[in-house]
Every structure is written in structure tokens, then in C-alpha cells.
């Protein structure tokens, strides 16, 4: 059975830095592209970043040069390190396994169950 | 970047009837690369659609979508009681992948 577990959510204050991981099991983790999603309150879902299985990396413009992803296979963990977060972006940020294969993102097919990030003074 | 619009915003019906939810993209998708997702309340979304027709494994046969180019429908021939949702289209064919601002179907 798939699984995907986040941690690291909480409170920060405008500015400050978090970062976020997901446990992935039941699937060979290696083998798929990973993204993060995300969603502010009563809003609907924004992709925020993904990496293939080489290791590349891709954003929007609204998070380039203040969030990075990155993944290590030996222990099956998805990361999401955010430096200098607004209020924005405030949301709850699901983990996302891609449905098709490593080479880029495509569709999301199991998603993890969130961790909410509030960034508040 | 490709935007997404969802129509109608609510959409009210009863248990039995058919539901059609649209998705319309501000350019072309390139290669029907569009995906459908239902969440419920509390809920991460479910993969119901993928490549603007094909059903996720085990999704039931009364969800079906259709569509190509910038016009996406998915519909449910007949709604059951778990299928009051919010309904999110997902274009995956040019970065940055974009999702639409959700269709929510409820108890009418």
C-alpha cells in the first residue's frame, strides 16, 4: 500500500524558514517523479515544485529562488526546504507521488494527507 | 502559464442525476495532459482521471472525462451519495502545471 507522510509544518513568522518531508513507502520511491501541492485555506490547489528521478527540479515563478525540493531515494524521503515565507503562503502543502513515471511530472496519483504551514506575525 | 477555469462554480443536484463539470484552458493542453481529482472535506485529493479519459485504478465507471485542445468535461452518469465533492482539473502538459479553482457538487 502506498504511503506518504509529512512532517514539519507549523507556525513561522513572516521571513522566517521551515522545511518539510515526506516518508514514502509501498512503492519503489526511486522510480517516480515527486511533487509538492498546496492549499490556502478555502482555496483551490497550487503545484509548488516537483523533481524527477535524475534529480531535476521545477517551480513556478511565485515560489523560484525561495523554495527548494529535493529527495533522497537511499531513505525514500521527499524534502521541501521555504526560506523567506510570506503570508501567502499559508496553506496546508500535500505531498505527491507522479502517477506515470521519473522522467517528469505528470499527474498525481497518491497524495499524502498535508501539514499546514501558517506564516503569521 | 496555462489558467483554468471550472464551470459552474456549484453545482446542485440529487442522488441519481447525471453530473457535468467543464474545464476550459486558456491555451491548448498540450496532448490531452489533463487530469481530474475529487476532495472531499478534510481530505487530500483522489485521482479519478488522467489523460482527459482514462479512469485511476478503481474508480468507479460512472466517472468518465472527455475532451481535447482547451475544452475538458467530466461527468457522472449517476451521482451517489459519496460523490458530493469539490472536483479539481489539472493540466500537466506545460510548466508550470496549473489546476483549475474547483467545481463543488453538492446536496441539492
Known amino acids: 500500500e502506498v504511503q506518504l507522510l509529512e512532517s514539519g509544518g507549523g507556525s513561522v513568522q513572516p521571513g522566517g524558514s521551515l522545511r518539510l518531508s515526506c516518508a514514502a513507502s509501498g512503492f519503489t520511491f526511486s522510480n517516480y517523479a515527486m511533487s509538492w501541492v498546496r492549499q490556502a485555506p478555502g482555496k483551490g490547489l497550487e503545484w509548488v515544485s516537483g523533481?524527477?528521478?535524475?534529480?531535476?527540479?521545477y517551480y513556478p515563478d511565485s515560489v523560484r529562488g525561495r523554495f527548494t525540493i529535493s529527495r533522497d531515494d537511499s531513505k525514500n524521503m521527499l524534502f521541501l526546504e521555504m526560506n523567506s515565507l510570506r503570508a501567502e503562503d499559508t496553506a496546508v502543502y500535500y505531498c505527491?507521488?507522479?502517477?506515470?513515471?521519473?522522467?517528469?511530472?505528470?499527474?498525481?496519483?497518491?497524495w499524502g494527507q498535508g501539514t499546514l504551514v501558517t506564516v503569521s506575525s | 502559464e496555462i489558467v483554468l477555469t471550472q464551470s459552474p462554480g456549484t453545482l446542485s443536484l440529487s442522488p441519481g442525476e447525471r453530473a457535468t463539470l467543464s474545464c476550459r484552458a486558456s491555451?491548448?493542453?498540450?496532448?490531452?495532459?489533463l487530469a481530474w481529482y475529487q476532495q472531499k472535506p478534510g481530505q487530500a485529493p483522489r485521482l479519478l482521471i488522467y489523460a482527459a479519459s482514462i479512469r485511476a485504478t478503481g474508480i468507479p465507471d460512472r466517472f468518465s472525462g472527455s475532451g481535447s485542445g482547451t475544452d475538458f468535461t467530466l461527468t457522472i452518469s449517476r451521482l451517489e451519495p459519496e460523490d458530493f465533492a469539490v472536483y479539481h482539473c489539472?493540466?500537466?502538459?506545460?510548466?508550470?502545471?496549473?489546476f483549475g479553482p474547483g467545481t463543488k457538487v453538492d446536496i441539492k
Open positions: 523533481i524527477d528521478g535524475s534529480g531535476h527540479t
Open positions: 489539472h493540466q500537466y502538459g506545460d510548466s508550470p502545471f496549473t
Open positions: 491555451q491548448s493542453v498540450d496532448t490531452s495532459y
Open positions: 505527491a507521488k507522479d502517477g506515470f513515471s521519473a522522467s517528469s511530472i505528470y499527474f498525481f496519483d497518491y
